[in-house]
């Protein structure tokens, strides 16, 4: 079994239905219908409009999924399951001389759009949409928590000050040097980017690191926002 790492301080919200967890979630027995309704909220809570739909082929395409089921066999079966309990309404429709399976929660909205695909009054527009789950990178909340120390509410005040003030990859950096200097406090941490801020981030101080460990750090791009939007 594979080990998972945490929640972080300040995830984005995934918003589901409570009726998921009073009516659905007792009545789901099979791994792979779970796996497709979680990844099905996941998907039309990313997506903008009024009528909002998963086809089969993002699906089939998202790699992190994917790697979650046994085989493409494995999430059509997730998917029909997912159908015939009343999860979800299935359409298809010709894309381009294609046929295209569109899923839509079983919801008011999700019964007028497929109402409105039957009476020919509405119809997916055909542009893909790169749609696919992502490995969420740690934002400076799990890196100061993984290398300085608890986060207090004082801390996690001065966190989001800095946030505001310096770009992400400062913060960052300031942990990094901090870390090699063995000076493991937010005050240091603090007057590195006061530096940086007043003298220029190009400044080579006494406690700068030449190489810095990116393993221990991972990668410093993006951060927690919309986990879920």
Known sequence: MQSFSGFPSHPSQLRIPSTFFSELLPSIDHLAELKVTLYCFWAVNRQDGKYRYVRLTEALSDDLLMAGLESEAALR???ERAVTRGTLLHVELDFYGQAEQLYFFNSPIGRQAVEAIQDGRWIPDGMQRPIHLIIERPNIFIIYEN???????????????????????????AIEIAV???????RYIQSILNRWATEGKDVITSHDATQRPASQFGDKKGDYSDFFS
Do not use: C, H
């Open 77 to 79: 079966d997730g998917f």
């Open 147 to 173: 290398n300085i120390g608890a986060i207090t509410p004082m801390i996690a005040d001065e966190l989001q000050a800095a946030e505001a003030d310096y770009p992400t990859e400062w913060i960052v950096d």
């Open 180 to 186: 090699k200097a063995n000076k493991r406090s937010w």
